[in-house]
């Protein structure tokens, strides 16, 4: 049997944008993932739905799976011929014990490769407004670890640290951030030397403690910061109140649930993360396509019958797309056939499969693309199982022939999930970002009907969408347009304005 190989990623210290290009390439062909505690569930997201998946995750004073155990999972694991990822948070090479895991695999002769992450000593500080260097304040940035052996003290040599003039910045140190602060003052640092906690790190939920090196423990203790925090020493601190970008961004510290398909949720959720929001991915609905689709596959065979071909979401272009390549057949399968969608995000799927849409509605929902769509001989519909009826109401008033034809279907049969149901009940959930109405009967089958809504409201693309979700009482914003970037519109909106 031939080795397998063993690469360890870093995965950055929270926000899954920090993620490396490499990183995401790696883990993308991974056969067995081995992860922490600490990666974030958009980058475990990421992992093939075949592979395998062992969480070793760890804590502070308690290891889920001892360091040793881990190191053999890794050996098994490439032994079997598989390619193992082992995903770390931040970088496995600064306090990540990645140089420890790859002892025992060159011993055994094991491939290995290592592909650097963003460690959260630099990315933290940032995102708190803390630059780590600045010419006017330091001439050295110093990583140190705040973490002992059990039963073993400190070796951390406070004197040449104090000497060095130059930014400190204490990794795994919440538990010992009593000694650190005693043993930098000891060594004669400045009592009122700037100092910053920065616990949770890039993501929504940040927070950061400011004090005085010598206020740092009661300030730290008042607000109840926890692990994971880093601790930063240095005159740099001082800049954070006027540097600190993250915490004005208008969905800093609110959570937004999107209700997306699984494979169309990416772009929303990394808009809402870029305004600060701590998304919530959870898919309420999957479209599925109807194979064998014979009415679809007899329409592609005799499209000189038609003048245009008419798509109201994604899912439907995909759906011929798929259909028109396992016929053997390409865009030219199209030529004499006008193209017409709904709106820019379904103009969209057809460029990608080198189509250009003829005609776009100015307001992007099935009424519009019904009343306006020229009158120039009949229309094919491609479209879901259950479609609006307000498409071929308006076709039927104007006389146009067509034929309707369902090429996917959506499915519902999600099982009811405590845990949002919990967070929507108790107001953790703060918006619920709603791009069809089918994503609010999704939503409202994974809570509940009798879910106390009272406190969240709803984000959604269109009216159609709105009034689906004022059935259930959840209080509506609706985007100008029915396009992802008018909703990411509102939803910057609304976090400005509470």
């Known amino acids: 049997m031939e080795k397998g190989m063993v690469t360890l990623v870093g995965a950055g210290p929270g926000d899954p944008g920090l993620l490396t290009v490499k990183g995401r390439e790696v883990l993308r062909s991974a056969e067995v993932v081995v992860y922490d505690r600490l990666v974030s569930p958009a980058i475990l997201s990421m992992i093939p739905e075949g592979a395998e998946r062992i969480d070793v995750g760890k804590e502070a004073s308690h290891h889920k799976i001892p360091q040793e155990e881990i190191?053999?999972?890794?050996?098994?694991?490439?032994?079997?011929?598989?390619?193992?990822?082992?995903?770390?948070?931040?970088?496995?090479?600064?306090?990540?014990?990645?140089?420890?895991?790859?002892?025992?695999?060159?011993?055994?002769?094991?491939?290995?490769?290592?592909?650097?992450?963003?460690?959260?000593?630099?990315?933290?500080a940032a995102y708190a407004g803390i630059p780590v260097t600045h010419r006017d304040f330091c001439s050295s940035l110093h990583i140190i670890t705040g973490h002992a052996r059990a039963g073993k003290p400190l070796t951390i040599d406070f004197e040449a640290l104090a000497r060095t003039r130059g930014t400190l910045i204490f990794l795994m140190g919440v538990t010992a951030m009593p000694m650190i602060v005693e043993g930098l003052l000891n060594a004669g640092m400045a009592a009122d030397m700037p100092a910053a906690m920065v616990e949770d790190?890039?993501?929504?939920?940040?927070?950061?403690?400011?004090?005085?090196?010598?206020?740092?423990?009661?300030?730290?203790?008042?607000?109840?910061?926890?692990?994971?925090?880093?601790?930063?020493?240095?005159?740099?601190?001082?800049?954070?109140?006027?540097?600190?970008?993250?915490?004005?961004?208008?969905?800093?510290?609110?959570?937004?649930?999107?209700?997306r398909p699984r494979e169309r949720a990416g772009?929303?959720?990394?808009?809402?993360?870029?305004?600060?929001?701590?998304?919530?991915?959870?898919?309420?609905?999957?479209?599925?396509?109807?194979?064998?689709?014979?009415?679809?596959?007899?329409?592609?065979?005799?499209?000189?019958?038609?003048?245009?071909?008419?798509?109201?979401?994604?899912?439907?272009?995909?759906?011929?797309?798929?259909?028109?390549?396992?016929?053997?057949?390409?865009?030219?399968?199209?030529?004499?056939?006008?193209?017409?969608?709904?709106?820019?995000?379904?103009?969209?799927?057809?460029?990608?499969?080198?189509?250009s849409a003829d005609y776009v509605p100015a307001v992007y929902d099935a009424a519009h693309l019904g009343a306006g769509l020229p009158a120039e001989g009949k229309v094919l519909i491609l479209r879901a199982e259950v479609g609006s009826k307000e498409l071929t109401e308006a076709f039927?008033?104007?006389?146009?022939?067509?034929?309707?034809?369902?090429?996917?279907?959506?499915?519902?049969?999600?099982?009811?999930?405590?845990?949002?149901?919990?967070?929507?009940?108790?107001?953790?959930?703060?918006?619920a970002a709603f791009t069809s109405a089918s994503t609010v009967k999704g939503f409202v089958g994974s809570v509940g009907e009798d879910t106390d809504f009272s406190r969240l409201v709803g984000l959604c693309i269109g009216e159609q969408t709105a009034a689906e979700a004022r059935r259930y009482g959840i209080e509506v914003r609706v985007a100008r347009e029915a396009t992802i970037d008018a909703l990411v519109e509102l939803a910057a909106e609304c976090g400005e304005r509470e």
């Open 201 to 259: 790190g890039t993501l929504s939920r940040q927070r950061r403690c400011d004090a005085t090196l010598s206020t740092l423990p009661q300030r730290a203790a008042e607000m109840e910061i926890r692990s994971p925090a880093i601790i930063v020493v240095g005159k740099v601190c001082s800049l954070a109140p006027r540097f600190d970008w993250f915490e004005r961004l208008p969905l800093k510290g609110r959570t937004v649930l999107v209700t």
């Open 71 to 124: 190191n053999q999972i890794l050996l098994r694991k490439a032994q079997e011929g598989r390619q193992v990822v082992r995903l770390k948070g931040g970088d496995p090479f600064v306090f990540g014990r990645g140089g420890e895991e790859l002892e025992l695999l060159e011993q055994h002769g094991i491939p290995f490769a290592e592909v650097p992450g963003v460690t959260s000593a630099i990315a933290a």
């Open 396 to 431: 039927d008033r104007r006389g146009i022939e067509f034929e309707d034809v369902a090429v996917y279907r959506t499915k519902y049969d999600h099982p009811l999930s405590p845990a949002l149901r919990a967070a929507v009940n108790g107001g953790a959930v703060r918006y």
């Open 267 to 355: 772009v929303l959720s990394d808009r809402l993360r870029a305004l600060g929001a701590n998304v919530w991915e959870h898919p309420c609905i999957e479209t599925v396509p109807i194979l064998p689709c014979p009415a679809m596959e007899g329409a592609l065979e005799e499209l000189g019958r038609f003048k245009w071909v008419c798509f109201t979401s994604p899912a439907g272009v995909e759906a011929m797309w798929h259909r028109l390549r396992a016929l053997g057949r390409d865009a030219r399968g199209l030529a004499g056939v006008k193209l017409a969608a709904i709106g820019p995000g379904t103009a969209k799927a057809l460029g990608q499969c080198g189509l």
